[in-house]
Every structure is written in C-alpha cells, then in structure tokens.
C-alpha cells in the first residue's frame, strides 16, 4: 500500500515538474503582450522563414497551427472556442464554409497586392466575386508514373490506365470526387455531373478498372511511389511534387481531356480576433518577392502572376505543374454539389470499393 | 455514514452518465434524426435495404471470425505449453512486449516487411520466386490483424489453464482417459473461460478494424469501420453514420451474450 502511494506521489510530482517545465518553454513566445495573429493552415504549407520575416516587419506575433484535411478543419472551426485568424481551404470548402456562415468578406482595399493574381484564377464558380477567398497554390489531379515499369510518354490519357497492362499496379487516390471525375472525364462528361444514369456509368466504367487497381489509399501514397512499390498512382499534383522530389524515375501527367483543377485559398473565419493582422498577412503572402519564395519552398503552383515571372525558368517551364494553354481550358473546378449528390458520389465509390476485385 | 458512502459514488455515477450513457444516447438520437433534426426511421431503412450495408456487415463478421479463430488456434497450444515452461514470467513478458509498441508503427514495420522490396519478397528472392503481391490482400491482412491480437488471447487463456488444479489432470490420466479424451472432457471446458473472454477481447473490436483495412489491406478490405469513418469524415453525414455505430453496438451486445451465456452454464466447481 505504502509502495502505491509513493508510486503515485512520484508520478504526480513528475508531472508537475514536466508541466512547469513546459510553461517556461512557452513562455518567451506568450511574453511581450505583442497582438497576435493565428493562422491555420494545411502541415508544411508555408515557408517558415516568411513567418519569421512577418514577425519582425509586422511586429505581430504569429501562432501557427495545422490541420490534415479540410473536413478536420471545417469541424473544428464549426464548433466553435477556436480564434484563427486565417485558414486556408480547399476550393468546395470555401463554398461549404461561406453556406455555414463560417466566413468574413475580406477587405479588398486592405489587399492591395491582389491585383498580381492572374485572371484566369479569380471569379470562379466557388467564390464568384472572390470577396471571401484569395488564391494561395493551385494545381490538378493526374497520373505519376514510374519509368522503371512504365515506358516514358506512354501514358497521356485517363484511358490509358484501363490497359490489360497495367494489372494490379495502380495506386488510386481514396477521394470519392476525384476517383469518380476521372471516370467521368474519360466518359466525356463533366467532373460536378449530376445525372444519376452518367453517375453509374461512371461507377460501371471505375468497377472495370477494378483489376488493375492495387490499393485505395491516400497519404500513404506518397511512401509507396517514392519505394518504387507501385507502377502508376493517381494522385493531386503537389502530392506528386513531393514524390518527384524523392524519386527521379517519376513523372507526372495532367491527361489533356481534363481533370480537376484546385485551389487553396486564404479566408478569414467569422470567429477571427485580429482581422487586420490577418488581411495584412495576406497581402504581404502575395507580394511576389515572397509568394516566389514560398511556391519555391512549398513546390505547388503560384497564381500570382507576378511571382510566376521570378521564378526560374525550369519550374515556371515545367509542364507538368504549369501545364499549356489548351490543358489548362480543359480543367474543371468542382463546385459544391449538396449534401444529397455528394453522399451519392460516396456511396457509389463505397460500392465501388467493395466489389471491384 | 450513508450519505458519505454514497458521496463517494458521484464521480464514478457522474463518469458513467458523461462518458457511457451520454454518447450512447446522442448516437442513438443521431440514428433516429435527419439532417433537419426531425425525428426518422429511414436511416434504419436504408441500411437493411442497401445490399451494399449488409455485404459490408457480413465481410465484417466474416473478417472478425477468422481473426479470431485464427488467434485462437494459434494461442491456445501456445498458453498451455506456456504453463508447463521454466522461465514463465520472462516468455509472457516476451509475449506481451508488442503490445507495448504503437498499433500504427507495428502497421508500417508490417509494410516494410511485406512490400515489393521489403524482407519477405528478398528472402523469396533468394528463390528464384517474386516479387510476389502481399501488401494489399485479405492475407496480409488477416495475418497482420492476427499478429496483433494474439497477446490479448494468449493472457485470459494462460491464466485460466493455470487456475486449473494439475491434481484433475493427473486424475483424468490415472483413471485411464486418453490424452485427447482429458483435452476434451477436462481442459477444454475448465479453460473455456479464458478462451470466452479472449475470443470477446478480440472478436468485438475486429468487427470494426479500419486503420488496418486501410494501411495493410489498402482499403480492399471494406468493413462497417470504413463507412463510418467514410460518414463522419468524408460526407459529415452524421445520422447516418451514428446508425450504423448503433447497428455494431448491437451486434457486439449479441455477441456478449451469446459467449457469456454458455460461459455461465459450463461453470464448474471444484
């Protein structure tokens, strides 16, 4: 019994010192009553060292928290208690948060720089007017490769991964929207359809690729491409950016009939507290010194036009991640299609998940 | 005195009702509301009618029972020898040292060990065989699912051979019983509650694997686990996924009493 008691004294005294001992680390960064400005935003989305160069331009004291996907960070700031100043969605997200009234309209005159933002990536159907969301990095849904099984320049169209040849070698992305509108762009038919019947000639058309497919995965992709385990993965251009970097016998291809095009934009939640620290931050993220610096750092394609034209000319050049003109027009966002015809779009890739062997 | 007794009940009656009896409830009020908050029964409607819910229900049994027979086969002989070994404390704690390792880093060693390049394809390799698939099928699966489970079997098992008097043993070899004959008529039923509590430990939280179905069996394997997380996280279609959270609690509650019932009949006083 005395032993007991001792143990547990032990470890409550152990606790205590460790508590203490964490409150002293934390403690220079809550000192200097600076205001501060609480950015939420996707893990290693953003240069640190812009942070660092806010801080000291600003003078505000930047808290910077992450999240994994959007529906994480939809839910955290649903419920409410959270401050963040800043968080950066996906594009069907911001249409989802700004139905909730989750969002603030920005300020546009507190975000002069703006105007460097090309014009082909403002006004789209998720934000029309763009007075509650701001591009941060763009890019598309695709084909990685691996030249060690795959024949370079053999795979262009989203037909291709059809092939007997390709048996039990493709990594497929675990996102209903993405998996579906591959199907259904190879149909010929548009990524936010909503007719039932091309629906499930879409799903007929996924199950038949069934054979060929070796996992339905998403994070873990990344792992597998980079240790040459799979052959094809169809995945989201930055991710692919991150497995070419580890990998060289990769590629990427952005299928010229179409596929997704994305974006992930800077807003302002209706529970922000420092709204002018946070516009203030947005513009100088798109100051093209520094959108440059960080589309170098993060790897993902910038729509700031200005910053496009400091890059060097291998990435700005690279196809893969800027693709043409005509593959670009091909492109399709996806619009928020409801609650009712997104369950469907999940539950006939469920379906898919289940039966297709 | 009794007011004092039952002072000291509160945190523990206030525990229940927070983290028991609460979410229960609000999972059940899910399952019984649409997304206006009206009062339905179609969530319910829609599960049984769906084929692709109830083939999910049955690959989830289905799934959950051969882990546990498989875990079972495998631990049984392994806690009786364990019983009659010299350095007992040492083997167990061999035995249950995995389980001390995260359920997610055991699940990516478990990639590395059965991937294209990883130690099994090598040692094939040296062969001549291979690169042979495993990462990504039932097998994988079930084996990594197994792999895990096996301490949670192998402790209620060992403590309850243990528990049995060797005198009835010897009793049943002296009396001339054959070596199956004293497995079949002594051991077995004496040992049945720790098996019954082993099979409990691990055929309940197999129903509704899903990391694993996603990590080792690269989401081929689809479980009732899958859609719930697929409603919470993916649709946010919360109602929906609250029924089929009430359709696995009840499965378990069959379950528990299917096992603890035979469990209370075959009791045995010595």
Known sequence: ?357 | MRTRKALFLIPYLLWIFLFVILPILLILWYSFTDSNRSFTLNNYVVFFRNGTFLRMMINSFWYAMLITLLTLVISYPAAYFLTKMKNQQLWLLLIILPTWINLLLKAYAFIGILGNNGLVNQFLHLFGIGPVNILFTDFAFIFVATYIEIPFMILPIFNAIKEINPAVIQASEDLGASRWQTFRYVLWPLSRPGVESGVQAIFIPSLSLFMLTRLIGGNRVITLGTAIEEYFMTTMNWNMGATIGVILIVLMVIVMLITSRKARRKKVDL
């Open chain 1, 1 to 357: 019994m005395k032993k007991i008691f001792i143990a547990i004294i032990s470890i409550l005294l152990v606790c205590l010192g460790l508590a203490g001992l964490a409150n002293h680390l934390e403690k220079p960064t809550a000192e200097g009553k600076k205001q501060s400005l609480i950015i939420y935003n996707w893990g290693d989305y953003l240069d640190p060292k812009l942070i660092k160069k806010f801080e000291k331009q600003s003078g505000y004291h930047v808290v910077y928290e992450t999240f994994d996907s959007n529906e994480a960070m939809y839910t955290k700031i649903k419920q409410g208690g959270t401050a963040y100043d800043l968080t950066i969605p996906s594009e069907y997200m911001v249409t989802k948060m700004r139905k909730a009234h989750l969002l603030d309209r920005l300020n546009k005159q507190k975000i002069p720089n703006m105007k460097y933002i090309g014009k082909s990536f403002l006004h789209k159907s998720f934000d029309a007017e763009n007075d509650y969301s701001v591009p941060y990095f763009w890019g598309t849904l695709g084909i990685v490769y691996n030249d060690k099984f795959v024949k370079k320049g053999a795979i262009k169209n989203w037909n291709d991964l059809w092939s007997k040849k390709y048996h039990h070698q493709i990594l497929l992305v675990d996102s209903a929207r993405d998996a579906m509108g591959m199907s259904l762009v190879s149909l010929g038919y548009s990524m936010n359809t909503t007719s039932s019947m091309k629906l499930h000639l879409a799903q007929t058309k996924l199950d038949g690729l069934g054979p060929n497919i070796k996992a339905i995965i998403s994070d873990e992709m990344r792992m597998y491409m980079i240790q040459n385990e799979a052959a094809i993965g169809v995945t989201w251009s930055g991710e692919a950016y991150e497995m070419m970097e580890s990998n060289s016998h990769l590629h990427y291809v952005v299928p010229k009939e179409g596929s997704n095009l994305w974006f992930d934009n800077f807003v302002v939640p209706k529970t922000a507290k420092n709204k002018k620290a946070a516009f203030e931050f947005i513009n100088f993220m798109l100051e093209p010194k520094n959108a440059a610096q960080n589309a170098r750092y993060v790897g993902y394609a910038t729509p700031n036009v200005a910053a496009q034209k400091l890059l060097p000319k291998y990435i700005r050049e690279d196809r893969q991640f800027y693709p043409d003109q005509t593959t670009l027009r091909h492109l399709q966002v996806f619009k928020d299609l409801g609650p009712k015809k997104t369950q469907e779009y999940n539950d006939l890739f469920l379906e898919f998940k289940m039966y297709a062997r």
